[in-house]
């Protein structure tokens, strides 16, 4: 396995935002972080990389314990993308650039160069190459963060709500993309979403958050409306259409 959580707890400022967090995610699997907003999906996602330090449990990442490990050697093993991406006068092959810094010794090798003109290639982004990020809409900014966190090479990639500003192709473009590199090279991705057709489209494990514990952790097929009704408060009618597994809202209590 590639992450491997115990019992892990965060509080703030004395509040108890998640309890007794437990799962594994191993090797070529995606798993999707899901639940209303507030709930601490962030917060656990911030968690698994020690941006945020939790006050219990284990985090083991790639075998080994989290809190023994240099701050470079969890960039190394771990790609984030945050919600909210920072800009500056950089341009975007530059911005991307920035993410082999785990890897790069004295210089920025040939070998550096090739894997990020690779990502601009395979994320159909060569046209935003010598683009200034400050100059960037949303959707592009979001798409240099997740280059970005692909050419560090990660183990695992932590994505925080990766689709959120970008418009319907390019949700499908990226995610399909993360999906192919997570099974090609065997690594795993954890992505907060709550897009839940998306998340059922591209994830293969799901966590339910509600009232900082899981309320069901499991795959594809153990997904039912009962679950999303109890972490949502609404209900909801699952069914095939083309082949895709789809999630339509019932009527909340004020259409009925």
Same mark, same amino acid.
């Given at each position: 396995?590639?992450?491997?959580?115990?019992?892990? #707890?965060?509080?703030?400022?004395?509040? *108890? +935002?998640?309890?007794?967090?437990?799962? =594994?995610?191993?090797?070529?699997?995606?798993?999707?972080?899901?639940?209303?907003?507030?709930?601490?999906?962030?917060?656990?996602?911030?968690?698994?990389?020690?941006?945020?330090?939790?006050?219990?449990?284990?985090?083991?990442?790639?075998?080994?314990?989290?809190?023994?490990?240099?701050?470079?050697?969890?960039?190394?093993?771990?790609?984030?993308?945050?919600?909210? +991406?920072?800009?500056?006068?950089?341009?975007?092959?530059?911005?991307?650039?920035?993410?082999?810094? @785990?890897?790069?010794?004295?210089?920025?090798?040939?070998?550096?160069?090739?894997?990020?003109?690779?990502?601009? /290639?395979?994320? /159909? %982004?060569?046209?935003?190459?010598?683009?200034?990020?400050?100059? %960037? /809409?949303? #959707?592009?900014?979001?798409?240099?963060?997740?280059?970005?966190?692909?050419?560090?090479?990660?183990?695992?990639?932590?994505?925080?709500? @990766?689709?959120? /500003?970008?418009?319907?192709?390019?949700?499908?473009?990226?995610?399909?993309? &993360?999906?192919? &590199?997570?099974?090609?090279?065997?690594?795993?991705?954890?992505?907060? %979403?709550?897009?839940?057709?998306?998340?059922?489209?591209?994830?293969?494990?799901?966590?339910?958050?509600?009232?900082?514990?899981?309320?069901?952790?499991?795959?594809? *097929?153990?997904?039912?409306? =009962?679950?999303?009704?109890?972490?949502?408060?609404? @209900?909801?009618?699952? #069914? %095939? +259409?083309? #082949?895709?597994?789809?999630?339509?809202?019932?009527?909340? @209590?004020?259409?009925?």
């Amino acid at each position: 396995m590639i992450l491997n959580v115990q019992e892990l #707890g965060f509080l703030y400022r004395n509040h *108890d +935002v998640l309890h007794d967090i437990a799962f =594994e995610v191993n090797h070529g699997e995606i798993m999707a972080i899901l639940g209303p907003n507030g709930v601490g999906k962030t917060t656990l996602l911030k968690c698994l990389n020690r941006i945020l330090n939790a006050k219990k449990g284990h985090i083991y990442l790639d075998g080994s314990e989290i809190q023994t490990l240099e701050t470079l050697e969890i960039a190394r093993r771990a790609g984030y993308v945050p919600q909210r +991406v920072e800009t500056g006068r950089l341009t975007a092959f530059d911005a991307v650039l920035l993410g082999r810094r @785990p890897h790069i010794g004295w210089d920025v090798s040939d070998r550096d160069l090739r894997i990020v003109d690779a990502i601009f /290639s395979r994320l /159909s %982004m060569d046209n935003l190459r010598l683009s200034y990020i400050d100059e %960037m /809409s949303g #959707g592009e900014l979001q798409k240099i963060a997740i280059a970005r966190a692909l050419v560090q090479e990660p183990r695992i990639l932590l994505l925080d709500e @990766p689709t959120s /500003s970008l418009d319907l192709k390019n949700q499908v473009d990226i995610l399909s993309t &993360i999906a192919g &590199i997570v099974r090609e090279h065997g690594i795993a991705a954890v992505m907060t %979403m709550h897009d839940l057709n998306q998340a059922l489209r591209y994830a293969d494990r799901f966590i339910f958050l509600k009232d900082g514990y899981i309320h069901f952790h499991g795959s594809y *097929d153990a997904v039912t409306p =009962e679950i999303i009704e109890d972490v949502y408060g609404l @209900p909801v009618m699952m #069914g %095939m +259409v083309g #082949g895709v597994r789809c999630i339509v809202p019932g009527l909340s @209590p004020s259409e009925a």
